[in-house]
């Protein structure tokens, strides 16, 4: 990468961190570190078998779901989305927007270091990969484009998902 390009890059960031101080922060993880080793590990065979074809491509190879064909798009149930691998909770249902972009959208994790993120290179594009932090499943990526107060947008394949609804008694 040569030099003009890093001060070019570096210029757009301090920019944006002007903008979005929330998704500086994402960045700068995303920079600092890649996925790690999570603390829980599924053979392959035992993910294969319990997963569906979709959901396998989505959390272990990175695919990408198509748009608007996910469970979890249009849901508006009161509940927990969980890591549809390890069961890990990530967000929370008053987190969720409609953005239209076909995917489920999430304005926030459901806490601190239930996600990790990376820098994602892939296809020509630069975005910040989402993975879940205990199992390493590709969740999605995250944006600068969401609402108010964070001003993130958490876009989720429904792939990597399950949804705990939550039942009043």
Known sequence: MN?????????????????????????????????????????????????????FQVTQQGKTERPFSGKFVHTKDDGIYTCVV???????????????CGWPSFSDVIAHGKVT???????????IEVSCSQ?????????????RPTKLRYCINSASLDFKKHTTV
């Open 3 to 55: 030099i003009l390009r890093l001060v070019v890059e570096e210029k757009e960031r301090k920019k944006r961190a002007a903008v979005n101080p929330n998704f500086a922060k994402i960045e700068d993880e995303a920079s600092s570190k890649d996925k790690g080793d999570c603390p829980i590990h599924f053979p392959k065979d035992e993910l294969i078998a319990t997963l569906s074809a979709e959901q």
């Open 135 to 147: 199992c390493g499943a590709h969740l999605g990526h995250v944006f600068d484009d969401g609402p």
């Open 117 to 127: 993120v990376k820098r994602d290179t892939s296809h020509g594009a630069r975005r």
């Open 86 to 100: 390890c069961d890990n909770p990530l967000f929370k249902s008053d987190q969720k927007f409609d953005t239209m």
